[in-house]
């Protein structure tokens, strides 16, 4: 068993170190190829070698003296034999001791290598833990969803302002600061390693003890650069109490953390999604990104150690599935947690798809709006798979992850099941009075129409913005008609901006009739709803915040969704503690804008709670009863919310416009939303075993659509805003523009020869190679044979009646000269 200064978990052991004294069985010296040195090392410390060379020079002064001696009898004529045997067997025994040392030094070069290769690996539990909590240290909150904007895009990465915006705030908080707090050991040398790599500090390691951990500048000795952290057994937390950063020495391009476990670490991510990216490619990225120097073989040693840990990490991962659903259900009661397998040849249980929805968010998802955005986004990791989602809407208008699934590829049949497991934990029965908005993706379509007949399903209008651009491209108002058509609140509404747009080109009124308007504009929603979307932005805002847990492995990329919900439930629910109105933080910036318009209105009292309002050269008729809360524009009844004529009347008889939001938008749903939260999950060496073993997919699975290789000569299909293929250099012509064509047959302008209806042209018919001989008519051709002599001799033959005779003389004549020529040079 290996001592623990032996272990090779993340920073081996440095034995150049003076400071690092191990016990008596210590194991030999590295030989420097994991710190990029060339494996010769200072050896003042143990002086062997010195020892060595010693012994030998002392050997040497003697073998001198005893020749001098020698020299001296054989000049007086005495000859001793037994003192040349003496120095021969000298000679010899010091030989053998050269070659024993050989040897040895060979075996303990060989037990070095079988070391490095049977090195205790690095602990994946750690890891996967210390990369979850990152990933979950830098979520952001998702931003309220506002009326009336256009997505600029439906992409799923994160926003490049809103990443800018986090690195500068994260870049800000000082990771070394006195009293600074870690988890672990391992985030507290993580902190020091990006410190000393991005300052380009050759730092190295000199205590590792268990419950201390130090880190001192590597090139001098006289540079007071140092790092000390230890472990508060009264907090239970790392705590770093000694820091002095102020270096001295010039920095060289190397540093001794930098080691090959720490580059396979690295480089992790970037191998998952390029397997081919090669060691040439690892050194130059650190050279360009931290302007460090790494050999070739740290790189290749780094390399194959990543790879492996990613084969490791692949088959684990399904191998912890049944514990982890188990410990799921253990710890969050009213939870569902479903690992769905197959059976393979071998009767083995293979991963299919495993869903999770946790109990505090099915009670949450009472108090939202029945409404739920569904959608699928593809994962980054070796694994390849799908993450479909389920997002409702809090009270705030904020998303609120309700249920989430990993299946092998989105289809059909894999969203039926994520909606008839779905619909059980929900109780929507047959979907009436929910509404779900989604893209309009087949299988979706199919799976809502069978799983929930009876809901409302809306699609993306931005989707179906990017399908109209194929054909209406270029058109500048495209995106006005269609998003103004889909705002609109009521029949007559929809009606002028339908006429509009049938004014504006008949093609585009034709192509947007076709993609069916009632199901994605406002005028012909369902009243009861409250919810006034009509894109699935929500749910790709969702996406965004989870692209880093999306590369990572299954099982880690789950609990990185998991802890992100209940840091956005626990920042959430801080800040509903501040909040002291009736109304949500969004619906009172709501009611501020339609306040702006709501002092512009003229109200006209009438009998029963009802009003007339003037606006903008219109009139509204609006009607305050409890019951029957109703404006003509339908804007109060789509949204839920007041709008600027029924804030008008609501004001001219001196109520609290508050009073006639919905509930579902009072400060009291927002807080039961966010009471309570998943509760934790214990780590892995918690979960229960011996639930069965899972094997992982033995070959990625085949998506729907076109296969590769069925159709070699057709280019891949370019997205609508993708940017077409670069021409090579033009040439530049004077354009024919306002230039009156003239026939030069007739003279006449307007039309050319070809079109020339005085003198049209003789339609000649394309000659056939094989023409069939008609029957009746032929004519005599020529046919050339040559006989040993060199005469010719003339055959006539029969060919089509297509010959004339006039091509028929001139080839006898041409035939008849080649004869000639022939004969005289003959």
């Known amino acids: 068993m290996k001592n623990w200064w032996e272990e090779g978990l993340i920073y081996q052991i440095d034995p150049d170190d003076p400071d690092f004294e191990p016990p008596e069985s210590d194991i030999e010296a590295d030989d420097g190829s994991d710190s990029g040195d060339s ?44 003192d040349d045997g003496d120095r021969d067997e000298s000679q010899k025994k010091r030989t053998r001791e050269e070659k024993r040392k050989e040897e040895e030094a060979e075996e303990g070069q060989k037990k070095r290598r079988k070391q490095k290769k049977d090195e205790p690996e690095e602990d994946l539990a750690e890891r996967f833990e210390f990369e979850i909590e990152e990933a979950v240290a830098m979520w952001y909150d998702e931003l309220k969803i506002r009326r009336n904007e256009i997505p600029e895009s439906d992409n799923e990465e994160e926003d490049h302002v809103i990443t800018r915006d986090r690195k500068i705030r994260l870049a800000s908080d000082d990771r070394l600061a006195i009293g600074r707090t870690f988890f672990t050991g391992f985030e507290f040398k993580e902190v020091v390693l990006h410190y000393a790599m991005k300052h380009r500090i050759n730092a190295k390691q000199n205590r590792w003890e268990k419950d201390k951990i130090s880190f001192r500048c590597a090139q001098r000795k006289e540079c007071e ?52 990216f090669m060691p040439l490619d690892i050194q130059r990225h650190i050279k360009e990104q931290w302007k460090l120097v790494s050999t070739i073989g740290q790189v290749q040693d780094g390399r194959l150690l990543a790879l492996k840990w990613l084969k490791e990490e692949y088959a684990q991962q399904f191998a912890h599935l049944r514990g982890y659903v188990a410990e799921i259900l253990s710890t969050n009661k009213g939870s569902t947690a479903i690992v769905d397998t197959i059976r393979d040849a071998n009767e083995n249980d293979v991963f299919n798809r495993i869903y999770v929805c946790f109990g505090a968010m099915k009670n949450a998802f009472y108090f939202c709006r029945p409404l739920i955005g569904i959608d699928g986004t593809f994962l980054k990791h070796a694994v390849k798979g799908c993450l479909l989602t389920a997002i409702a809407h809090d009270a705030n208008n904020q998303i609120y992850p309700v249920a989430w699934a990993t299946v092998q590829f989105e289809n059909a049949e894999n969203w039926l099941w994520f909606l008839n497991q779905l619909k059980h934990d929900l109780e929507l029965k047959d979907g009436s009075g929910y509404v779900v908005i989604s893209d309009r993706c087949k299988g979706i379509i199919s799976a809502v129409k069978n799983a929930l007949p009876n809901a409302e399903h809306r699609p993306c209008v931005k989707h179906i913005v990017e399908n109209l651009k194929k054909r209406h491209g270029s058109l500048d108002l495209l995106k006005k008609f269609v998003w103004n058509l889909a705002w609109s609140y009521s029949d007559t509404q929809y009606k002028a901006n339908l006429n509009e747009m049938r004014a504006y080109i008949m093609s585009l009124y034709e192509d947007v009739m076709k993609e069916e308007p009632n199901t994605w504009c ?86 029963h709670e009802k009003f007339e309002v003037w606006f903008d050269g219109n009139s509204n008729a609006v009607s305050l009863k409890t019951e029957e809360w109703d404006c003509s524009c339908c804007k109060w009844q789509v949204t839920g919310i007041p709008c600027e004529h029924a804030y008008a009347a609501i004001n001219d008889v001196g109520k609290d416009v508050e009073d006639f939001v919905i509930p579902m938008f009072y400060t009291i749903a927002w807080r039961e939303q966010y009471d309570t939260g998943p509760d934790p999950v214990r780590g892995q060496m918690y979960w229960p075993t011996g639930l069965g073993l899972i094997t992982a997919p033995l070959q990625d699975p085949v998506p729907p659509g076109r296969k590769k290789g069925e159709k070699k000569n057709y280019h891949r299909i370019k997205g609508p805003n993708e940017s077409p293929k670069k021409k090579g250099p033009q040439r530049l012509k004077v354009g024919k523009k306002g230039v009156v064509m003239h026939c030069k047959s007739c003279g006449e302008a307007g039309h050319n020869a070809a ?72």
């Open 39 to 82: 494996g010769v090392e200072e050896d003042e410390a143990t002086g062997v070698e010195g020892d060595d060379v010693g012994i030998d020079g002392d050997r040497e002064s003697d073998g001198e003296e005893n020749r001098e001696d020698d020299g001296d009898i054989a000049s007086d004529g005495d000859i001793n034999l037994e």
């Open 225 to 276: 650069w140092y790092v000390y952290a230890s472990y508060s057994h009264e907090r239970q937390l790392w705590v770093l109490k000694t820091k002095c950063l102020d270096h001295s020495c010039t920095s060289n391009g190397k540093c001794k953390l930098l080691k090959r476990r720490v580059i396979g670490r690295l480089f992790m991510d970037k191998l998952r999604l390029q397997p081919n």
């Open 522 to 607: 406002r005028s012909w929603f369902r009243i009861g709803s409250y919810c006034e979307d009509v894109d699935n932005n929500a749910t790709e805002s969702f996406n965004a915040t989870i692209v880093k847990a999306r590369a990572k492995a299954l099982v880690p990329m789950m609990e990185t969704i998991r802890r992100q919900a209940m840091a956005r439930i626990s920042k959430r629910k801080a800040k509903i503690g501040k909040w002291k109105k009736k109304i949500s933080e969004y619906v009172s910036e709501i009611l501020k804008e339609e306040w702006e318009l709501a002092v512009k209105c003229e109200v006209t009292k009438g009998t």
């Open 755 to 826: 079109g020339c209806k005085k003198f049209p042209k003789e339609k000649k018919g394309r000659k056939k190679k094989n023409q069939e001989i008609k029957a009746g008519t032929s004519q005599p051709t020529m046919e050339l044979q040559e006989t040993t002599h060199g005469a010719d001799t003339i055959t006539l033959t029969q060919r089509s009646s297509q010959w004339d005779q006039s091509d028929q003389m001139f080839f006898i004549l041409l035939r008849l000269c080649r004869m000639m020529y022939y004969s005289v040079n003959v």
